[in-house]
């Protein structure tokens, strides 16, 4: 039995729905589906009613659901537990951060850091934003790096977890120079993040400003990876919203160009208070001293 399976199936019991969960859960419906029917099978009994809609939990699975939370959080305990300990005796930094931040922005940004904190051990987890926010509250990493806009909620709270703007970046919408001429009168095709990205959220604002393109949905990349989103626009099917910082190579060489007014974004580093130590008070001061002079997106 793979300990997911609890997870999938206690996201299922919150959500009553297949596609929501799946979305949660950074996996295809199909996969999620299979993973739910894997722990039915590996119990050997039904847990849900798939009849009706919204799905509901049989009277087995109302018994599981409680032997599954109880399970789940005796298990994230016992690690953070663990973690904790492996921290307080340690001069190691976690950070999470979206994947294209992690190649982006991160890399000279924590040769930087570190030069300015003194040397530590880094460790970073590349993740989707909702992985991020579950990964930090659940108390398992010291920061989170992530963009931010005014417009889109980032559902932690300032108390335990306050935020330095630590860099800019803009979103631009990008497609292969020489698109097809039909694409002004028609629309052009969009690259689609998955609903519940954060690049996702951000697109939908841009396309709401004034001089962006028409544009219908030609693809959806269910990974939400802005690199092999950038590689689909190169190749020409489309256009796609990406941060500038991951197309300046592409836009320099002409592989890409500009078809809209850039979104600006900033750069944050979220810190769990909970997590304090010496180590990630000297962290947080230095990247409060590299943040100095940003202004907050408009």
């Known amino acids: 039995m793979d300990f997911k399976w609890l997870e999938d199936f206690l996201t299922l019991a919150e959500t009553h729905s297949f596609s929501r969960s799946a979305e949660l859960r950074g996996v295809t419906q199909s996969a999620f589906s299979r993973r739910i ?3 039915e099978e590996w119990l050997g009994t039904d847990l849900l009613s798939r009849e009706s809609y919204p799905v509901t939990l049989t009277p ?3 018994l599981f659901r409680e032997t599954a939370e109880e399970t789940v ?3 994230h305990a016992r690690r953070a537990e663990f973690r904790d ?3 307080n005796h340690g001069g ?4 999470l951060s979206l994947h294209s931040l992690t ?3 991160l890399p000279g940004w924590l ?3 570190k030069s300015v904190a003194g040397q530590m051990t880094s460790r970073v987890k590349p993740e989707n934003f909702d992985r991020c926010i579950a990964s930090l509250t659940e108390g398992g990493y010291d920061f989170f790096l992530t963009y931010a806009h005014p417009q889109v909620n980032i559902p932690l709270d300032p108390a335990g977890y306050p935020h330095l703007t630590v860099g800019q970046d803009s979103l631009v919408a990008v497609a292969r120079p020489g698109w097809p001429e039909e694409w002004k009168t028609e629309g052009m095709p969009m690259l689609k993040y998955s609903r519940g990205s954060f690049l996702n959220a951000m697109a939908r604002i841009a396309l709401a400003r004034p ?3 028409k544009t219908y949905v030609a693809h959806t990349d269910e990974s939400s990876m802005a690199e092999a989103m950038k590689s689909m626009a190169v190749a020409g099917h489309g256009v796609v919203w990406l941060p500038r910082r991951l197309v300046e190579a592409e836009l320099a060489a002409r592989q890409l160009e500009v078809v809209a007014p850039e979104l600006p974004m900033e750069i944050r580093l979220y810190r769990n208070a909970a997590r304090g130590r010496g180590i990630t008070g000297r962290v947080w001061q230095a990247a409060a001293e590299l943040g100095k002079g940003y202004a907050k997106s408009e």
């Open 211 to 213: 001089g962006a393109p």
């Open 37 to 39: 029917r894997a722990l």
């Open 73 to 75: 959080r005796m298990i």
């Open 103 to 105: 190649v982006t922005f």
């Open 111 to 113: 040769m930087r850091l």
């Open 92 to 95: 190691e930094i976690s950070f």
């Open 60 to 62: 087995e699975g109302v």
């Open 85 to 87: 300990h492996a921290r």
